[in-house]
């Protein structure tokens, strides 16, 4: 009898919970749809989150979707004197829009629908796209280590699925079953204890938007050290692969010899767990376009993200060049000893600088790397710039092949948006559709037009031409981010010959946009839909690329430069 009872009190409560997580998973949609539509609270009359906190402590496992609806709207003018909204474009990415948990929810009465329906047909329109702002009087202060008391907790996850639902273009590209796992991260957000437990649902939320715009949201993050196991370094570098680690560089030889760990190991498995396990892991509290971009990422040694727990010693699983398993007990460093860390500073400046000053000097080819171009500028007077860059692109003219190293963020917008343009492109050069939000229509988007000068190509008067038909490369990896994949897709337009050549890049292109969340978080993320002419998908995919350069073991060890051989085989 006694066990009986135990199940049923079980059932009951474990009922209670999901009926209290329904309920705040609506409560949430319903506040964003007020949030962006409704007239009082979308023009910033009624303040959207002191809607939320004062209303949701009025919310249980008994409160229905009609309850719900009544609480939120109760104190809102819902009588619309003006005329319903008219937004016909002839081209919208609106697949995002979906209000079918109230217009086909059984449980809404007809008079809630209407209601809800007129305040979509009356809808804010704002002059200008609004920006979330939050005045120093509405943030309320915690310390780093406190627990969010629950209400914040929601509104911030009420912010984030209201974000995704309403300002990111590419919710549609997430996986189809985000809406139940955020539903499950409500359940966890209701019973979690800690800021550190709190935090790992934001990541995990964030994770699942998979836009490298968002990936650096884990450094927002109080307990990041603790959440992704950084306090302690490997003694070597490395490269991660989708199934293991390649040790690229000895930092601290004496501590490898130790481990019988050499350059060109392959680690395999950390503590008894495989690198595909970690990874999978990894994916699930970091935000990525796409695999590639992850792994690229993650293998940055600073960043310290790859391993799995926070001990000082760790059992590594080794395959060896010639292909000898064996176990390496290996110590790890935290760099209290101050030698250790300028060992390692001055190899990480060292490869940074290395990095930096990369270049391809050869004779029959002109050569620009995207994050560097503004040197091409440095002592030139204003008036004389536009000479100044016509001689700079006849010079390359004059060369076999001209190679434009992709791989970094543009130091200089200029660059290829009005300067290669000006000298090489065609007056028309459609390469590309730039969907912004619709201001109209919150939560859709529409293509700027090509007659509006300054998003696609600058509107130069008595423009000429000066093709070029020698070879052309764009070298392209996941470091190719945003602008830097913006503008590949200009320069294959004014290149048609041109050969794009590398590794996937970070398929994240448009603007940043950033919302502000409870306890000072900010999340940015990919405000804006950007694609090829021909409506092709460049979220999470990438620039297009003719051919893929895939590094192998060897090749990384060797420190052999693929594409610098791939541009000199075509050219002889």
Known sequence: MKNIFILFFVVVMNAIVCAQKNSYTYFMKTWNFIKYYHPDVASGKKDADSLFLMTIGKVNEKTDENTIINLLSTNLKNKFSSAPVIDHPKDVLSVNQ?????????KVSSENKTLLNNIYSHRFIAENEQKEKVSDSKIEKFKKDENLPLA??????????GAIDYLYPHKYLMNKNAEAYFSDLTD???????????EIILAKIVSKMEDTHSFRFYDQL??????????????????IFDDHLLVTYLLLPEICSK????????????NGKSIRQIIKEKKELLSASNSETLLYLISD???????????????LKVVSKDHKTYQADTEFINFTDKQQLAIVTEYIQNKIRLKQQYKIDHKDIAYFKINDVFALTKNIPDDKLDDHMDAVFKEASSKRAIVFDMRGYPDWGGFVFHYVYKYFSPVENHFGKYYKPNVKNTGTYIPISYKDFGTYYSDIKNK??????????????????????????????????????????????????TLKLPAGYNLEFTGNGIFYYDNSQTQKVGVRINEFIKYSD???????????????????
């Open 259 to 270: 481990a019988n760990i050499h350059v060109g190991d392959r680690i395999t498995e950390v």
């Open 464 to 513: 000429t031409v000066h093709p070029y038909k020698g070879k052309v490369f764009m070298i392209v990896n996941p470091e190719t981010l945003s602008m830097s994949e913006w503008n590949t897709m200009n320069l294959q337009n004014v290149f048609p010959q041109a050969k794009t050549i590398g590794q996937r890049t970070a398929g994240a292109d448009g603007d940043i946009r």
């Open 554 to 572: 060897d090749d990384i060890i060797q420190q052999r430069d693929l594409e610098l051989e791939t541009v000199l085989k075509v050219l002889n």
């Open 152 to 161: 914040y907790r929601l509104l911030a996850l009420a912010k984030l699925q």
């Open 301 to 315: 040694y600073q960043r310290n993200l790859i391993w799995p727990d926070d001990q000082l010693r760790k059992d």
């Open 222 to 239: 109080n307990y990041k050290n603790e959440i992704f196991h950084r306090s302690y370094f490997p003694p070597f570098d490395y490269v």
């Open 188 to 198: 966890q957000t209701i019973s979690c204890t800690s800021r550190k437990d709190f």
């Open 98 to 106: 979906d209000f079918r948990w109230y217009q086909n929810n059984k």
